[in-house]
């Protein structure tokens, strides 16, 4: 059990500053999951607390120690690569053992370690087998078996299902958070996938071109974005952000429609984020709550429709629609909300007001 | 019809090819069971299974010695390089230093000077330091060959192992040479087989520093001692002694081969894919 403690760490190659100097606190037994957009430095952040990759400038700790300095073996974390990275001329065993015989560990007690962390992960059949005789979920397993039997105070976790198809990807995104609940190590997981990231963490770290957009556990992030990047990161589909101004509580919408909002210190311009579950097509009336739009296309999910919007100048717009009675394509329709959900970005993307 | 005759005459191409390349060597091995005047009758078939030649080589001078010097060096020599080869390319492909590309490729242009050129200057070393007529020498002079390529093809498929492994074992905690003897080694086998094998091949055919660098009969290697065998008199070349010897030193290279033979090709296809 030790907190991971990032003290403004820095990293650059060459003159390309990577990561430009973030603080983070992981507390123990938490799983943190750093998430973003490719190229975000997430990775390399992962890498930098591993040891795989040395800080141009400030402090990591792991529980008491400074182990800015020490290499990986001796940080005391395990680590799960997106490919798996197993040895392929060693048996299943002897991948898991591998570590364990390095540190001279004694026999009796790794054939002990390797046979209960196989039980765990169920692959005690597949002990003798060849990385290459594996399937892809089995193959992760042995991964995470590798992880496990090294006790480490802290699991680094390299988008570990990317590789994976949909169906095994969820069954291990749930193994995964049952080893959460049975570990006391804390974790750390990239994912470039936002469900992973939500489902799993317990605090997210949102990350954009090495800097902290924003941290805090899922449903705080996704009801109170701190900026534009998150409010448009995160959420399926995409948060509609429409440029606005705001005079007397009400939004002017691009394209003449207009929007009341109620009470709000913002005025002038400003950027209006509204979800596409926050959004309803309205049948008729209540025009005061509703502005109208073209309907474009609607994509069918089976227990909701996508539907694509555009305002009178062409701005486009997604509800995330729950009912039956659509007009055709071409058609306009009026759009409301379905309660006092929006959020008010100011001129710099800052979030300045808005309601969950 | 059509079919038949296609491949009738592609069955008489390969047939042509075959015999244009394996018909020197099978003339040398019937050359190497006839003696006497019979040697220049031209023979298809071995007039009489005579081992004489066979048994002369072996009585007339010392030349189970000198296959054994010839194992010797092309032993050593084979050990050597990819011990030195594979210890280099791991440092040529995973460390970041400065001035690896200069150093990669001057270790090409050590293979690119012709044997002759650097005959002289290596004589000179090789008294120096007093190795001249001693297998040292030559292990030490063969080396200026075989540590190129080797060097170069296993820096090549270092560069080819996955990055993440090489992490998994630093986060094991393997130090550099765990890291090059227990992960990187069993996964090059096909490569250092390949790459030993044509180490072994150059030493062992090597002619000319083994002639300059040897003055015994005792210390010399194969090449060489096939090229001194002399007859009774300095008017008769023992064509049939030639061809025995000559035929009993490429056995070794066929059972060596032989052996190697999966792992071998193995080795060229994992480069052919790989790039």
Known sequence: MAAVRLEQVRKSFGPVDVIPGIDLHIQPRELVVFVGPSGCGKSTLLRLIAGLEEVSDGRIHIGERDVTDLPPAERGVSMVFQSYALYPHMDVYRNIAFGLKLARTDRRTIDQKVREAARMLQIEELLRRRPRELSGGQRQRVAIARAIVRDPQVFLFDEPLSNLDAALRVQTRIEIARMHQQFDASMVYVTHDQVEAMTLADRMVVLNRGRVEQVGPPTELYRRPANVFVAGFLGSPTMNLLPVEIADGTAA???????????????????????????????GGNAEAAFNARLELVEELGEARIVHLRLADGTPLTVRHHHDDLPAPGGTVAVGLTGPHWHLFDTDGQRATGSD | MKRAVQRAAFGLLLAVLVVYLLFPFYYAVVTSFTS????????????????????????????????????????????????????????????????????????????????????????????????????????????????????????????????????AALLDGAGPLTLVFRVFLPMLWPAMVA?????????????????????????????????????????????????????????????????????????????????
């Open chain 2, 36 to 167: 006497g005047s019979q040697i220049f009758e031209v023979h298809y078939w071995p007039p009489a299974l005579d081992f004489g030649n066979y048994l002369r080589v072996f009585g007339e001078q010392p030349f189970g010695r000198n296959i054994l010097n010839s194992l010797l060096v092309a032993t050593v020599v084979v050990g050597l390089s990819l011990l030195l080869g594979l210890t280099a390319a791991f440092a040529l492909a995973r460390i970041r230093f400065r001035g690896r590309g200069p150093l990669l490729l001057a270790i090409l242009a050590t293979s690119m000077f012709p044997q002759v050129a650097v005959l002289s200057g290596l004589f000179e070393l090789i008294r120096a330091l007093g190795l001249f007529n001693n297998p040292l020498g030559l292990m030490l002079s063969y080396l200026i060959f075989t540590l190129p390529f080797t060097v170069w093809v296993l820096t090549a498929f270092i560069r080819d192992l996955p990055v993440e492994i090489e992490e």
């Open chain 2, 195 to 275: 790459t030993g094998l044509l180490a072994f091949i150059v030493a062992w055919n090597e002619f000319l520093f083994a002639l300059t660098f040897t003055l015994s009969n005792a210390q010399r290697t194969v090449p060489v001692a096939i090229a001194l065998i002399s007859g009774g008199s300095e008017h008769e070349l023992p064509w049939g002694n030639v061809m025995a010897a000559s035929v009993t030193v490429t056995v070794p290279l066929i059972v060596l081969v032989l052996v190697f033979q999966r792992r071998l090709v193995a080795g060229m296809t994992a480069g052919a894919v790989k790039g």
């Open chain 1, 253 to 283: 919408l691009p394209g003449g429609g207009r929007l009341g909002l109620g009470e709000t210190p913002v005025r002038g311009p400003a950027t209006l984020g509204l979800r596409p579950e926050h959004l309803r097509l309205l049948a």
